[in-house]
């Protein structure tokens, strides 16, 4: 296994195909190559040094994957950004992070370079030590935190998930997840350069898209389900066909299945839909179903190889934090050492805060944040199971639940999409759940709060929609 980020494409020969680009050309590994020195070079005369934070506000696109390649080969630290922030959110972004460049893809034109006043951080010689990448999580609170990811977490997490996919040197990745986010930097773009396949990069998900690459020969396409719900969706409405003559492995990660999607997704597709739990501090991949093992369940699947989970203070159900024993674990958070300390017990054990519980299979079954447990008069309730019920409904497409601190208690709410009445999804919940787990208020709503991979915020619901809650509560009384 390469020990740095820019050696997974060492070997790869010159002439064949790296990166598609969103409006068409081609890059070979060749190019990639070229195109990575010249980036490095770049970086050198704009005053980058090893240690360096170099932000880039990028699309995806080959100009994005040749800057990752060239902090590897500077020993810069590589801190992918999304292009949808504010720029409120990457001013701080970048002054937390205290880069020394903020350089910006601009598609075909190429990239644009801007000094900042970031001093370095040490460097060293083990791949096991020197950080690759710095990347930012949304998490559950609004303080972003900036994970530390080192060339070895990178290299491990690339040919894991490579080797998951069964994924071929003549395989085409569609690349459709943002790269600023570990699903898509490290689990699908480093994956791909890792087995000498190609990706092809789309700036953003739009269904007519997918399907288009999916017809022109994409044989691998990793998503969060909501991508999949959305093409479900759009060739419902418009009588679109899903051709695919090449596809051969479809995942959903980044957020629960729902059972009903997972069977339509399976239909559509003619294929397994593999599940996975991951987390941008544990490199990310941490837990998938496999490919020769398909499972009906909505378990996330075993472990990965070289990892081992445990759970931390199970209740009566076996339910508790996940451990995660791996690799991949991050090195900390950058600049937070009290927050290092809390998710990291020792080097390589990662306190993941999210609630789960391990089948005697060794299958994991994630059942919500630790953080976002709802005690209702005193009972437990783990909102992944009000949204999959609510989710079944026939006529919702999304669904969150959060809590609610009100007269000493915590509220439940739901937030839906979908073309039917909250009396109504009050009913059906009425009909499957206990009555500790019942909503006190359910919003119907058009959109949700999400990130660019498509994960609800849920730190947002309750302010986002304030005027519904100020409404519903001011009726309570």
């Not at 060293?124 to 972003?144: F, I």
């Not at 991951?278 to 190889?305: C, F, Q």
């Not at 519980?357 to 309730?381: C, H, Q, T, Y």
């Not at 079944?392 to 709410?413: C, F, Q, Y």
């Amino acid at each position: 296994m390469p020990n740095w980020v820019h050696q997974l494409i060492d070997g790869h020969e010159a002439a064949k195909p790296a990166v598609e680009e969103p409006w068409g050309d081609v890059l070979s590994y060749g190019d990639l190559r070229a195109r990575a020195e010249a980036v490095e070079a770049d970086l050198r005369r704009e005053g980058a040094r090893p240690g360096d934070r170099v932000m880039l506000i990028c699309e995806n696109c080959g100009d994005y994957v040749a800057m990752a390649l060239a902090c590897s080969r500077l020993r810069a630290w590589f801190m992918p950004v999304n292009a949808r922030h504010t720029e409120a959110e990457l001013t701080a972004l970048r002054d937390h992070s205290q880069a020394r460049i903020v350089a910006r893809t601009h598609g075909a034109e190429g990239l644009s370079y801007a000094p900042a006043a970031g001093d370095p951080e040490p460097v060293s010689e083990d791949p096991h030590q020197q950080v690759a990448a710095l990347l930012y999580t949304t998490g559950t609170t609004s303080a972003p935190k900036g994970v530390m990811l080192t060339h070895r977490n990178l290299t491990w997490n690339a040919a894991n998930s490579a080797r998951l996919r069964g994924m071929r040197p003549d395989d085409l990745v569609l690349g459709v997840l943002p790269g600023s986010h570990a699903f898509g930097f490290s689990s699908t773009m480093l994956a791909t350069l890792h087995r000498r396949a190609c990706i092809r990069f789309l700036p953003r998900f739009e269904p007519q898209a997918v399907l288009d690459a999916l017809a022109e020969g994409a044989s691998v396409w990793p998503a969060v389900p909501q991508m999949y719900a959305a093409l479900l969706k759009y060739m419902e409405d418009r009588g679109a066909k899903l051709r695919a003559p090449h596809l051969h492995y479809i995942s959903a990660g980044g957020a629960p299945l729902d059972p009903d999607w997972k069977a339509r997704v399976e239909a559509a597709f003619g294929l397994a839909l593999n599940n996975g739990y991951g987390i941008t501090e544990a490199g990310p991949t941490v837990a998938a179903t496999r490919v020769d093992a398909p499972r009906s369940d909505l378990s996330s699947g075993p472990a990965v190889w070289d990892v081992t989970l445990s759970i931390d203070g199970p209740d009566k159900d076996g339910v508790g934090e996940v451990l995660i024993d791996s690799p991949g674990v991050m090195k900390g958070y950058f600049r937070n050492p009290e927050a290092t300390a809390e998710a990291l017990p020792r080097p390589g054990l990662l306190r993941s805060g999210d609630l789960g519980r391990l089948d005697p299979d060794g299958a994991l079954f994630i059942e919500g944040r630790k953080k976002e447990l709802i005690i209702r008069s005193g009972f437990n309730v783990y909102p992944p199971e009000i949204e999959g019920w609510l989710t079944k409904h026939p006529a919702v497409s999304v669904a969150a639940v959060v809590p609610h601190r009100r007269d000493g208690n915590e509220d439940i709410l739901a937030f839906a999409m979908g073309d039917v009445g909250a009396e109504e999804l009050a009913n059906w919940l009425r009909q499957h759940l206990v009555g500790y787990k019942q909503p006190q208020a359910i919003f119907m709503v058009d959109s949700l709060p999400a990130a660019p991979t498509g994960k609800i915020l849920k730190h947002k619901l309750i302010s986002h929609f304030a005027d519904e809650v100020r409404a519903w509560e001011e009726a309570q009384v």
